[in-house]
């Protein structure tokens, strides 16, 4: 063998020996989805298909733009794409006034259907006390068409027969059925409501707790299905399935998954005829989390996980992070053709949309006051976005310099038991303050004279197997921080009902018309590692 035939033969080898190795770390680096889909506060989602795209509804209650609309084509990656509604509606409660909120209530589990070309997203909401009913041919642009009627029909499931007929069925432990007019925008003249189960939490047993609700409504293969979540005494949160041959019943139930307390969901098929159950778990104080299920079918029965178990690793595509699809980083820089707030943002109950800004200085958000506030929880105009597990942060950088006495603006954690940190003016001094409610009253652990006109405040916020604690931090450069020396155990609770969320607000205690300008808010998924002092 020649010298030139031998290098030919090496290299030849060499070659065939890289791609072999390239294909391997290919194959490595084939990832799939894992458990939970989406490690955020997104509860009560409801999901449904249309071709090859999948949309899914689920609860704000107290924000606006309210029923957040996501869109992703393979059940893992969700971006925020609509809204179904701006403002609910007005009152002292969705506005903060008056010393009244909705915290908690608001508007609660919706139902999202598509047929005959258009999209249905409905709700209820116990503030108002009404069923709200919203249509549009194009989900992700709108316009949307609004209908309102009374009662509030408790966790509804939309349903369109195949006979033409449209129904919602609803209902806590006692399950009803009502007819819709042909419109789908009123209750049907003449229809009574009907029980089609007496105790849907029965096949849980008799130790019932939480009363069978969460309906969502199905119809497969000529059979209907009602999937509702209970929760029996001493036990954990439970999806119990019924079906029926008609839609009246009479119907069988039986428990279909127990595990972890991953419960309150339906059914959704892909293109390719999987099936998945989309549900959600209680995870502490970021809030309810989705999980997808497998679903396999025996004896015309959907059958949850695997032996029972909810499994980490799912059989579709890799997950590409929350951001930007559903938190993002904004440095507040508009073109003329982008909207003032991207999706990510709403606001804690109704906003006044003449005290705020993206405009007045470009590249800031600016929030004025307009009126008095006794708390932070009462504060009008506080703009919020979604934590993520399992660790996050958030930063802003902030101009103080217009704040008026009695003023006080920063960065918070929403939540009842809330904790915040920013600027409060005594007088004519600022100060670098650090509030914080975890024992139920606001205390003030942090007090440091500032005395230039721009300030960075970073929040930092581990998940991790229900730690659920908080670290709060300030810069006078950006650079060096500085940790505030007690953390923020943080603490779901049912008054409030939602996962905690990072918060930019300003609020006036004694006079009006101060402003601040926020220049960014920067989230990240990863937890700040620097311990504080002590």
């Not at 929760?231 to 279909?256: C, L, Q």
């Not at 009126?371 to 996050?392: E, H, K, M, V």
Request: aromatic content about 12%; charged content about 20%.
């Amino acid at each position: 063998m020649t010298g030139d035939t031998l290098f030919k033969h090496l290299r030849k080898k060499i070659v065939v020996l890289i791609v072999i190795l390239l294909g391997t770390s290919a194959r490595a680096q084939v990832k799939q989805a894992h458990n939970p889909i989406i490690f955020a506060d997104v509860p009560d989602l409801s999901v449904v298909r249309v071709g090859h795209t999948y949309y899914m509804s689920s609860t704000t209650m107290h924000m606006s733009p309210g029923v957040p609309i996501m869109k992703s084509t393979d059940l893992v990656n969700w971006k925020l794409v609509n809204y179904a509604y701006d403002t609910l509606a007005s009152s002292d409660e969705l506005n903060l006034g008056r010393g009244k909120s909705t915290y908690g209530r608001g508007s609660w589990a919706s139902s999202i259907r598509h047929h005959k070309g258009i999209y249905y997203v409905t709700t209820f909401a116990q503030t108002t006390g009404q069923t709200y009913i919203f249509t549009t041919r194009d989900i992700e642009r709108g316009p949307w068409k609004r209908a309102a009627f009374k009662p509030a029909y408790h966790d509804h499931s939309l349903f369109f027969d195949d006979d033409g007929r449209v129904y919602m069925v609803y209902g806590a432990g006692k399950i009803k059925l009502i007819e819709l007019d042909e419109k789908v925008s009123a209750i049907k003249p003449g229809t009574m409501e009907q029980v089609i189960i007496a105790n849907a939490s029965s096949p849980a047993g008799e130790s019932e707790g939480l009363p069978a609700e969460g309906s969502q409504f199905f119809k497969v293969n000529g059979k209907y299905y009602l999937f509702n979540i209970t929760w029996p005494k001493g036990g954990m949160r439970t999806v119990v399935i019924h079906r029926a041959d008609k839609i009246t019943g009479p119907y069988e139930g039986r428990v279909a998954l127990q595990d972890r307390g991953i419960a309150q969901g339906g059914l959704i098929d892909t293109p390719q005829g999987s099936w998945f159950a989309y549900l959600f778990r209680d995870y502490g104080s970021v809030g309810r989390i989705p999980y997808l299920v497998p679903v396999t079918w025996k004896d015309e029965w959907p059958v949850l996980g695997n032996n029972g178990k909810v499994p980490d690793v799912l059989p579709l595509p890799a997950s590409n992070g929350l951001m930007p699809g559903v938190v993002a980083s904004d440095e507040f820089t508009r073109s003329k053709k982008d909207p003032a707030l991207p999706l990510v943002w709403q606001w804690n109950h109704n906003p006044d949309n003449t005290l705020w800004s993206v405009t007045q200085r470009p590249g800031f958000l600016r929030l004025e006051t307009g009126r008095l506030d006794s708390s932070f929880l009462f504060a009008q105009n506080t703009l919020t976005q979604r934590t993520i597990g399992p660790q996050c942060t958030g930063s802003v950088a902030l101009d103080v310099s217009q704040m008026k006495e009695g003023d006080m603006a920063g960065l918070a954690l929403l939540q009842k038991k809330y904790g915040l940190i920013g600027v409060k003016v005594n007088a004519t001094a600022k100060s670098i303050v650090m509030v914080s409610a975890e024992s139920g009253t606001a205390e003030e652990l942090l007090q440091v004279p500032l005395t230039q006109s721009t300030v960075y405040f970073k929040v930092a916020c581990d998940f991790t197997d229900l730690k659920d604690i908080a670290t709060f931090y300030y810069s006078l450069d950006g650079k060096s921080w500085t940790p505030v020396n007690t953390h923020l155990k943080m603490s779901y609770t049912l008054p409030h009902f939602m996962g905690y969320r990072f918060g930019l607000f300003n609020f006036a205690t004694k006079k009006t018309g101060g402003y601040v300008d926020f220049d960014f808010f920067h989230i990240e998924d990863h937890l700040i590692v620097q311990e504080p002092h002590h």
